[in-house]
């Protein structure tokens, strides 16, 4: 926009971000501004000139905007430089083990490991396992008691072939004695194997999975089959 980017030093502004694409939009109403401001200078009465001070307010106005969208952009590279501190800072996890909310859970070397917890009035519990075509693989009654149980599936399908590793959704459906469906929160386990930052939300990775930070509710060291520590 050459009449206000020099009050605003605007060229800077990332055009992919929000900020450029409100700015492109604006050099656009302001290029039809003046080509309109132009056409009814050549055209105007003599002797009943335009008033300058209307334009002039129209002007100022652009002047602005531009200045809102300028300031938003810093905010925006403020959030970008955070976000990255914050992946950096994350790059620490990879290789752990975390429990998270959610019901998204990786199957790796034979095993995938989750929560349920369940109120007073269950009376059964089935566990299903289900794949990305949304077909159920495995299912199994569970634990009914009140309370957080954990189960660890070893990948084996209904007939006990080994599922190929992968996300899965585990859905744990608890009834009540009149067959009603009880409340159920579920959480999973899996390795961070990456990290990273999109639309304003860090998260980490569990192969494919994408779990949010705020949904991380701890983490540990990840352990082998016979007990050593994986670093």
Known sequence: MAILSGISGSASIDPNSKSGQ??????????????????????????????????????????SVEQQILQNANIEKLINIQQSSQVSA????????????????????GEAKFSYTLGSNVNKTTISIVNSSGLTVFSTEAESSAGRHEYTWDGRDKSGNAAPEGSY??????????????????????????????????????????????????AHETKTAEGETVN
């Open 22 to 63: 409100s700015q492109v939009k604006l050099e656009e109403d302001l290029n039809r501004f003046l080509n309109l401001l132009v056409t009814q200078l050549k055209n105007q009465d003599p002797l009943d000139p335009l008033d300058a001070n209307e334009f002039t307010s129209q002007l100022v106005q652009f002047a």
């Open 90 to 109: 994350l790059v620490n996890f990879v290789g752990m083990t975390v429990e998270a909310t959610g019901q998204q859970v990786p199957l790796e070397n």
């Open 169 to 218: 959704t585990v859905i744990v459906s608890a009834q009540d004695r009149d067959g009603n469906l009880q409340n159920v929160e579920h959480t999973v386990f899996g390795r961070v194997t990456g990290a990273g930052a999109d639309s304003g939300q860090v998260t980490l990775f569990l192969g494919d999975i994408e779990i949010p930070l705020l949904d991380i509710l701890g």
